[in-house]
T-cell receptor
């Protein structure tokens, strides 16, 4: 079984400040980890992924995420938030060798001008 | 490529009616997934296909739901008969069997059953 937890329903941050959106996961096996973003009335868009190697991965729009195996976490970060970053963010996990992707419940990011 | 294409974008129907949602995946992708999104339950995987063959349909809620993929460029999700609790946004996504296989999502079909 695999699962993803996003402990915060909503994260508020002031424009220009760093942001963090938290994600922890549980899998039996080695994971692939993903972050997706969803804007209102749109489909999910892929942001970044962790496969193997460097624990800090960089993705689209200046986002990055840090993989921590001991804490089974994959937090999304950005050094300086923009108002346009306001959206719904989903963490997802897939076990290597299997195609089924499990998503977290999503975290609403609100960047305040 | 135009991305994953879903139709219709919006569907309003009455309880008991048949609903058919359609999806055209990205050309060359091996996998196709159907997800349902609601406020209460988030994103739920309903079924996925590999090379047009259903692999895992354990997420299909009940016998009223069925999905087919007659060829590599087309899939349907059918609900018959529809019920108000089926109201949700239904997403189709596709991916290939390379690397981490990130998903490419369509814009979704918003279904309202009255």
């Amino acid at each position: 079984a695999q699962s993803v937890a996003q402990p915060e329903d909503q994260v508020n941050v002031a424009e220009g400040n760093p942001l963090t959106v938290k994600c922890t996961y549980s899998v039996s096996g080695n994971p692939y980890l993903f972050w997706y973003v969803q804007y209102p009335n749109r489909g999910l868009q892929f942001l970044l992924k962790y496969i193997t190697g460097d624990n800090l991965v960089k993705g689209s729009y200046g986002f990055e995420a840090e993989f921590n195996k001991s804490q089974t976490s994959f937090h999304l970060k950005k050094p300086s938030a923009l108002v346009s970053d306001s959206a719904l963010y989903f963490c997802a996990v897939r076990v290597i060798g299997y195609q089924k992707v499990t998503f977290g419940i999503g975290t609403k990011l609100q960047v305040i001008p | 490529d135009a991305g994953v294409i879903q139709s219709p974008r919006h569907e309003v129907t009455e309880m008991g009616q048949e609903v058919t949602l359609r999806c055209k995946p990205i050309s060359g992708h091996d996998y196709l997934f159907w997800y349902r999104q609601t406020m209460m339950r988030g994103l739920e995987l309903l079924i996925y296909f590999n090379n047009n063959v259903p692999i895992d349909d354990s997420g299909m809620p009940e016998d009223r739901f069925s999905a087919k993929m007659p060829n590599a460029s087309f899939s349907t999700l059918k609900i018959q008969p529809s019920e108000p609790r089926d109201s949700a946004v239904y997403f189709c996504a596709s991916s290939w069997d390379r690397g981490a296989g990130e998903l490419f999502f369509g814009e979704g079909s918003r279904l309202t059953v009255l």
